[in-house]
């Protein structure tokens, strides 16, 4: 087998920068899942349409649309570092502010979908930069190992820590989950800034290079790659059925099994629990069966787990789903990230990474919008159900990639779609 295998990869440094990325990715994501299990719950308190309930969700996805090439263009040709620090200051200023208005009795659903989109607009020039600032911090080889501890210690925070947190935060202020949020930006921003790493040296643009030619280099490289084109066309998939999952689950406890937003609480605790668990054995699925066959792996089981949610009516069948998705869901995201930094040219991995993101999260809005109106004329199981059958067409879809090896993609290698050994 050509190429670096994944039991052979070593474990990244704190040292270096890396322990500061990993501080500032987790304190971030603990504010992040405040604000992302408080914000339906206040939307639940605004309206009961299940329509515009998927709307606040859709909003949170539609930038990609509209920006993420844009955003990973961006992201190849600035300093990541400022380019994060600055958007995490931007973005805790503006929570905070969303934060004061629900404060002062001023929440509406219109400022729901307004902070949602303004926020993920941010969202796509910090987490393209992020992904591309990485393999400048580790070796390329333990980027597995590092995308593992940064998810794991992303979930640890914001499942484990903010879940439980939140009727809590809820009971002393509306407010409070967003103030908590703006904090966890502004640190996180402190933090980046502090990271004394040298912008990457890059080659000259060709005279009249312009973004748009970029772009479409790093979609081509996207749509060449004989492993990364399969894996995007099933993320894709699985977008359409989580966004669809994810922004009528709130009613689906609620209102279908007739629990409260404790109920709700706990259903995103256990899938932190479960995603823990998928971060301590990502790696060993993928020494055992390879990257590409991991998320074979992932998606099979995420189905079973979508089917047990959408047809046993217990709290304690969604729980043992929730944990299922958790687990399998962190499998495959670390190890589809891993194969896309490994198989992009370092000079391209912010196009690269924006136009895997740009075309797998489109599905999400769309997903959202289609489970609001699936759960109102089917009922409230039925986008659990449609998310199985999407998983069940994204497995199907990963078969070519998962019957190749994959080599490793040198850092400077001018073949981008260098071909896996069969």
């Given at each position: 087998?050509?190429g670096?295998?994944?039991?052979?990869?070593?474990?990244?440094?704190?040292?270096g920068?890396?322990?500061?990325?990993?501080?500032?990715a987790?304190?971030s994501?603990?504010?992040?899942?405040?604000?992302?299990?408080?914000?339906?719950?206040?939307?639940?308190?605004?309206?009961?349409?299940?329509?515009?309930?998927?709307?606040?969700?859709?909003?949170?996805?539609?930038?990609?649309?509209?920006?993420?090439?844009?955003?990973?263009?961006?992201?190849d040709?600035?300093?990541?570092?400022?380019?994060?620090?600055a958007?995490?200051?931007?973005?805790g200023?503006?929570?905070?502010?969303?934060?004061?208005?629900?404060?002062?009795?001023?929440?509406?659903?219109?400022?729901?979908?307004?902070l949602?989109?303004?926020?993920?607009?941010?969202?796509?020039?910090?987490?393209?930069a992020?992904?591309?600032m990485?393999?400048?911090?580790?070796?390329?080889?333990?980027?597995g190992?590092?995308?593992?501890?940064?998810?794991?210690?992303?979930?640890?925070?914001?499942?484990l820590?903010a879940?439980?947190?939140?009727?809590?935060?809820?009971?002393?202020?509306?407010?409070m989950?967003?103030?908590?949020?703006?904090?966890t930006?502004?640190l996180?921003?402190?933090?980046?800034?502090?990271?004394r790493?040298?912008p990457?040296?890059?080659?000259?643009?060709?005279?009249?290079?312009?973004?748009?030619?970029?772009?479409?280099?790093?979609?081509?490289?996207?749509?060449?790659?004989?492993?990364?084109?399969?894996?995007?066309?099933?993320?894709?998939?699985?977008?359409?059925?989580?966004?669809?999952?994810?922004?009528?689950?709130?009613?689906?406890?609620?209102?279908?099994?007739h629990?409260?937003?404790?109920?709700?609480?706990?259903?995103?605790?256990?899938?932190?629990?479960?995603?823990?668990?998928?971060?301590?054995?990502?790696?060993?699925?993928?020494?055992?069966?390879?990257?590409?066959?991991?998320?074979?792996?992932?998606?099979?089981v995420?189905?079973?787990?979508?089917?047990?949610m959408?047809?046993?009516?217990?709290?304690?069948?969604l729980?043992?789903?929730?944990?299922?998705?958790?687990?399998?869901?962190?499998?495959?995201?670390?190890?589809q990230?891993?194969?896309m930094?490994?198989?992009?040219?370092?000079?391209?991995?912010?196009?690269?990474a924006?136009?895997?993101?740009?075309?797998?999260?489109s599905?999400?809005?769309?997903?959202?919008?289609?489970?609001?109106?699936?759960?109102?004329?089917?009922?409230l199981?039925?986008?659990?159900?449609?998310?199985?059958?999407?998983?069940?067409?994204?497995?199907?879809?990963?078969?070519?990639?998962?019957?190749?090896?994959?080599?490793?993609?040198?850092?400077?290698?001018?073949?981008?779609?260098?071909?896996?050994t069969?």
């Amino acid at each position: 087998m050509t190429g670096v295998e994944a039991g052979q990869a070593p474990a990244p440094a704190w040292r270096g920068g890396f322990g500061r990325l990993w501080s500032a990715a987790v304190i971030s994501r603990l504010g992040d899942a405040l604000r992302t299990t408080a914000l339906p719950l206040l939307a639940v308190r605004l309206t009961d349409e299940p329509l515009v309930i998927a709307s606040v969700t859709a909003c949170s996805y539609l930038p990609w649309l509209l920006f993420g090439l844009l955003g990973g263009a961006v992201a190849d040709r600035v300093d990541q570092r400022r380019a994060m620090w600055a958007v995490d200051t931007a973005r805790g200023l503006l929570v905070a502010a969303f934060a004061l208005a629900v404060g002062l009795g001023h929440a509406s659903i219109p400022l729901l979908l307004a902070l949602a989109f303004l926020l993920t607009t941010l969202q796509t020039l910090f987490d393209n930069a992020s992904t591309a600032m990485l393999p400048s911090l580790v070796p390329r080889a333990a980027l597995g190992s590092a995308n593992a501890r940064l998810m794991t210690g992303q979930q640890l925070a914001g499942g484990l820590l903010a879940g439980p947190c939140v009727p809590l935060l809820l009971g002393a202020g509306a407010f409070m989950p967003f103030a908590a949020d703006a904090g966890t930006y502004l640190l996180a921003a402190a933090l980046v800034a502090s990271l004394r790493i040298r912008p990457p040296e890059r080659e000259p643009r060709p005279t009249g290079s312009t973004l748009r030619a970029e772009i479409a280099e790093g979609l081509r490289h996207l749509w060449r790659d004989p492993v990364l084109r399969p894996i995007c066309v099933a993320t894709l998939l699985c977008n359409i059925g989580m966004g669809a999952l994810i922004a009528t689950l709130v009613l689906h406890v609620t209102r279908w099994l007739h629990a409260g937003s404790t109920a709700y609480a706990a259903a995103m605790t256990v899938y932190a629990v479960g995603s823990l668990a998928g971060g301590f054995v990502a790696q060993r699925i993928a020494r055992r069966t390879g990257r590409a066959r991991a998320l074979l792996l992932g998606g099979s089981v995420q189905v079973a787990a979508l089917l047990l949610m959408g047809t046993v009516r217990h709290l304690g069948g969604l729980l043992v789903g929730m944990l299922l998705l958790g687990t399998m869901n962190m499998v495959w995201n670390v190890n589809q990230v891993t194969l896309m930094q490994q198989r992009s040219p370092e000079p391209m991995i912010g196009r690269i990474a924006s136009a895997f993101r740009t075309a797998s999260t489109s599905g999400a809005p769309v997903g959202a919008l289609l489970g609001g109106a699936t759960a109102r004329a089917f009922g409230l199981n039925a986008p659990a159900l449609l998310a199985a059958l999407l998983f069940t067409l994204a497995v199907a879809a990963l078969i070519p990639a998962g019957k190749t090896d994959v080599p490793v993609v040198a850092p400077h290698d001018s073949d981008a779609s260098a071909h896996a050994t069969p």
